[in-house]
C-alpha cells in the first residue's frame, strides 16, 4: 500500500459507484483511509471487502474515526451527513449538487459557515487543463472583458438509468438540470470569477424518459423503464449577472441532436472555446496589425484526472491550513440559479433574484 502522504484519517459516506470512484483515488494520492458509511449491507460488505477497511450502518460511528469525509450519496441526504460532519468539525468534500433543494442548500452553507472546518464541493471540471488554461488567460488579461460565455453538456441518449434514484425528483431534487447542469453553471460562473446573478429565464423538458420507446443504448445503471420517472431530461436556460455578463445553458439526459459538451468563452479581445470532455482547445482573435486578418490557434495540452486533482486540493488545503471560504457560497450560488431555473420554467417568467 502507498505510503500516507496526507495524515488526515478520512471516510466515505456512500459506497456506491462513486464512493468506489473516489476510493480509488485516495488510495493513489496516499490518503489515510480509514472506513466507510451506507446504509445498505450490501454495498458495505463489498466496499469492506474491495477496500479492507472498517465500515459501518451508522455514520456517526465512523465519525468517532475520521478528521474527514467525502458524502458521495444521494442528493436528498447531503443535508444529514455533512450537517452532522460540521457539527463534528470534521472536514467535508460533498459531491455536487450541494443538495436537492434550494432550502436544504441553505442550511448545509448555514451549518458550514458555523464550523472552523474545511468544506468543498466536487465540480471536479474546474481542475481540467483546458479549463485552467482558459482561467489563467482570462486572469491575466488576454481575453479582455468576458461578457459571455456559451455553456453546453448535452447528452444524445444518456439518462443516467430510469428507475435509479437520479430520475426521482423525491430524491434528486430534478433531473438533467440539477445533475449535468451545475458542473456547466459552476463552470461558466467560475470563468466570470462569480458576479452576482441578476435575473434568470429557463425552460426545463422531459420529453424522453418517460417514453416505453426509449432508445436505451450506455449509461452506468441498467434502464428499469418509465416507471417513477418525474423529472427534467433536458433545459434552456438565459441568466443575466450583475454587470450585464450573461449564460446561455443548454444541458440534456437526452434530445434528438449530436452530443455537444462545448464551452464557448467571449471576450472583448478574444475568445475560447474548449470541449469539457475531449480536453480540445482554441482561441480566438482578430488583428489590424498588418493587413485585417483573424487567428485562430489551437492548444495541445493532455487530459488530466480531474477528480484526482480536486481530492488533491481538498487535502492540500486542510493541510496548509489554508481556509477559501468561497466554495460553499459558490455552489449555494449554483444551487440559486438551478432553482430559479426550475421557478422560470413552472411561471414561464424572468425570476428575479435581486428581490
Not at 462545448?262 to 474548449?274: I, M, Q, S
Request: charged share 25%; aromatic share 8%.
Amino acid at each position: 500500500m502507498t505510503a500516507n502522504k496526507y495524515d488526515i484519517r478520512t471516510g466515505i459516506v456512500g459506497l456506491g459507484n462513486i464512493g468506489q470512484f473516489h476510493a480509488e483515488r485516495l488510495r493513489e494520492l496516499g490518503v489515510e483511509f480509514v472506513g466507510g458509511m451506507d446504509v445498505a449491507a450490501e454495498a458495505r460488505n463489498r466496499f469492506a471487502r474491495r477496500y479492507d477497511v472498517d465500515v459501518y450502518d451508522d455514520h456517526q460511528k465512523l465519525y468517532d474515526t475520521i478528521d474527514a469525509v467525502i458524502v458521495t450519496t444521494p442528493n436528498r441526504f447531503h443535508e444529514e451527513y455533512a450537517v452532522d460532519a460540521f457539527e463534528r468539525d470534521l472536514h467535508v468534500l460533498l459531491e455536487k449538487p450541494l443538495a436537492h433543494s434550494i432550502d436544504s442548500a441553505r442550511r448545509i452553507a448555514d451549518a458550514a459557515s458555523s464550523s472552523d472546518t474545511y468544506c468543498a464541493v466536487g465540480f471536479n471540471n474546474r481542475f481540467a487543463n483546458t479549463v485552467q488554461i482558459v482561467k489563467s488567460r482570462i486572469d491575466r488579461g488576454d481575453l479582455g472583458e468576458v461578457t459571455h460565455i456559451e455553456a453546453n453538456y448535452v447528452r444524445r441518449r444518456g439518462i443516467p438509468g430510469r428507475g435509479s434514484w437520479f430520475t426521482r425528483r423525491q430524491i434528486a431534487g430534478g433531473g438533467a438540470l440539477i445533475d449535468l447542469g451545475v458542473h456547466a453553471v459552476d463552470l461558466a460562473m467560475y470563468l466570470l470569477d462569480y458576479p452576482d446573478t441578476k435575473e434568470v429565464n429557463g425552460v426545463t423538458r422531459s420529453e424522453f424518459g418517460s417514453r416505453e420507446e426509449y432508445a436505451y443504448l450506455e449509461m452506468w445503471a441498467d434502464d428499469s423503464g418509465p416507471g417513477g420517472f418525474d423529472v427534467d431530461d433536458s433545459a434552456s436556460a438565459f441568466v443575466r449577472c450583475a454587470g450585464d455578463e450573461t449564460i446561455s445553458l443548454e444541458v440534456a439526459w437526452a434530445t434528438n441532436r449530436p452530443a455537444n459538451h462545448e464551452f464557448v468563452v467571449r471576450g472583448t479581445d478574444a475568445a475560447a472555446t474548449f470541449d469539457l470532455l475531449e480536453g480540445t482547445l482554441s482561441f480566438h482573435s482578430a488583428s489590424s496589425i498588418g493587413p485585417d486578418h483573424l487567428e485562430d490557434t489551437v492548444v495541445e495540452t493532455h487530459q488530466n484526472d480531474t477528480h484526482t486533482d480536486e481530492l488533491r486540493a481538498f487535502f492540500d488545503e486542510i493541510v496548509e491550513g489554508r481556509s477559501d471560504d468561497d466554495s460553499i457560497a459558490q455552489a449555494l450560488a449554483v444551487q440559486e440559479i438551478i432553482d430559479a431555473v426550475y421557478r422560470s420554467s413552472g411561471a414561464g417568467r424572468t425570476i428575479s433574484l435581486e428581490e
